[in-house]
């Protein structure tokens, strides 16, 4: 059974940041894609950042140079580092990532079960 387990939400570091951290686990060949999204309330889901198995990343405009995502591949583990946060940051954010089970030789979307910023910090 794969998943991916998110852990973090509500754990404030300092004022104004947070980190959110998600894992895949379960029998899984490869992690290819990882990344966040958010979803507020009344709005559509929307991609936050993407990292890719190469370490090559992409950001929504709305949070560049206030966020960092990193992933540690030896941990299948994907870190949203989210610094400045505005009051337009809260949300619940998903993990996503797109790996391949040892199952199968086909990729497949995985989502977390959401992490929710109430904007506190």
């Known amino acids: 059974q794969v998943q991916l387990v998110e852990s973090g939400g509500g754990l404030v570091q300092a004022v104004g940041s947070l980190r959110l951290s998600c894992a895949a686990s379960g029998s899984i060949f490869s992690v290819n894609a990882m990344g966040w999204y958010r979803q507020a309330p009344g709005k559509q889901r929307e991609v936050v950042a993407v990292i890719r198995s190469d370490g090559s990343t992409n950001y929504a405009d709305s949070v560049k140079g206030r966020f960092t995502i990193t992933r540690d591949n030896a941990r299948n583990t994907v870190t949203l580092q989210m610094n400045g946060l505005k009051p337009e940051d809260a949300a619940v954010y998903y993990c996503?990532?797109?790996?391949?089970?040892?199952?199968?030789?086909?990729?497949?979307?995985?989502w977390g079960q959401g992490s929710q910023f109430t904007g506190s910090s």
């Open positions: 996503n990532a797109y790996l391949t089970p040892l199952v199968s030789r086909d990729e497949y979307e995985y």
